[in-house]
């Protein structure tokens, strides 16, 4: 192949053979010694054009890194969506781990005490690593100490608290297991911490909660149900939301005479 022309523009060099174009970097070009009238190989061609790939790339990655950090993984998948070969995203990585611009060890620390500070639980942590591309080879040698966890744990318990209070001691309670469980604490965990919940010492304010769960049960059901249908079927909907029956039973006996 012989070069029949050489373009020096404002950001790119175009090298031009007898049948087709070469956009180079202009820092690739320096590179390779290159004129007009030089004949080269395919080989030597391949290798140009390869490290002007790689260059190309290599700057990209170096952009969206500059912006955000990035698993290996991740820098791995934006690459083959510019359309990058597994050889020229290998140079990548290996390029930018050579400068430290990659280190899941590292990514994956910052991330947990992030996380940590969230009040995470280890289950909800180590989902986001997965889809940040962390493998269970590196999942499985972080350590959560069942004492931190605890304490996020018991960190979040006022927040759920004041989230469910509109609830039935028994449906709060519940609904608090399960947000502890969604915020991704073992369930022995979120057993313990819902254990510590104390019941209302005054039921004056379960009473009151569930009279208006009442009204709203009654505005609910009785378009479709007759006065004794409806009975059992307000009933069930108290029952359901974890009203005790004693108490239910003395509210529909004073509302529904």
Do not use: W
Not at 102 to 111: V, W
Not at 136 to 161: G, Q, T, W
Request: hydrophobic share 30%.
């Amino acid at each position: 192949m012989k070069i029949k022309k050489i373009k020096i523009l404002k950001n790119k060099v175009v090298v031009t053979f007898d049948n087709e174009k070469l956009e180079l970097d202009k820092e690739v070009y320096p590179n390779f010694y290159l004129y007009e009238g030089k004949d080269i190989d395919k080989k030597e061609y391949n290798k140009i054009k390869e490290f002007n790939n790689v260059s190309s790339y290599l700057k990209y990655a170096m952009k969206i890194r500059s912006k955000a950090i990035y698993t290996e993984y991740q820098i791995r998948e934006k690459l083959y969506n510019k359309e990058a070969s597994k050889v020229e995203v290998d140079k990548v990585i290996s390029i930018m781990k050579g400068y430290d611009l990659i280190d899941d060890k590292a990514f994956i620390e910052d991330y947990v005490e992030y996380c940590n500070s969230l009040n995470y639980g280890k289950n909800k942590i180590i989902n986001k690593l997965k889809d940040k591309g962390i493998f269970d080879d590196k999942l499985s040698k972080i350590n959560f100490p069942i004492n931190v966890e605890r304490k996020k744990a018991k960190a979040l318990l006022p927040k759920l608290e004041k989230k469910y209070d509109k609830y039935s001691y028994s449906l709060k309670k519940q609904h608090i297991y399960n947000g502890l469980i969604s915020n991704g604490f073992d369930k022995d965990i979120a057993l313990e911490m819902t254990n510590t919940l104390k019941e209302p010492l005054n039921n004056k304010e379960e009473l009151k909660k569930l009279e208006k769960d009442y009204e709203k049960a009654c505005i609910r059901l009785s378009r479709k149900n007759q006065k004794k249908e409806l009975k059992q079927k307000i009933m069930q909907s108290l029952l359901q939301k974890g009203y005790k029956m004693n108490d239910v039973i003395s509210v529909l006996e004073r509302k529904m005479k």
